[in-house]
Nanobody
Framework: DVQLQASGGGLVQAGGSLRLSCALS????????VGWFRQAPGKERETVGC????????TYVDSREGRFSISTYNANNTVYLQMDSLKLDDTAVYYC??????????????????????RGKGTQVTVSS
């Protein structure tokens, strides 16, 4: 039974940092894609970025690159989202999700919300001034 559980959200001041975790279980696919997404109140869900199942390659939405980074600790099947220099408009519920396939565009995993087969519950991130 595939499960993803995001955690690590909270209240942080603008300019601060948070690290979110996505714990994976039941993944018996040869390769797959794990992505981070977020949804702010009144807005559509947007893609933050993705990584491949080995954590060797990542894809970021352009505006996030440099402040956000995705990493994987294979020993405990956890994918992390490190968020630095947080801004007020980073406030959102953050979700992790998985695509049971892995395809590349160049060296970047294809990272599309519509391709995700499994989704975990979100974790709230609130950035205050």
């Amino acid at each position: 039974d595939v499960q993803l559980q995001a955690s690590g959200g909270g209240l942080v001041q603008a300019g601060g940092s948070l690290r979110l975790s996505c714990a994976l279980s039941g993944f018996d696919f040869a390769s797959y894609t794990v992505g981070w997404f977020r949804q702010a109140p009144g807005k559509e869900r947007e893609t933050v970025g993705c990584t491949d199942s080995r954590g060797e390659y990542t894809t970021y939405v352009d505006s996030r690159e440099g402040r956000f980074s995705i990493s994987t600790y294979n020993a405990n099947n956890t994918v992390y989202l490190q968020m630095d220099s947080l801004k007020l408009d980073d406030t959102a519920v953050y979700y992790c999700a998985a695509d049971r396939t892995l395809e590349f565009s160049g060296y970047s995993p294809i990272c599309l919300d519509g391709r995700m087969d499994y989704r975990g519950k979100g974790t709230q991130v609130t950035v205050s001034s």
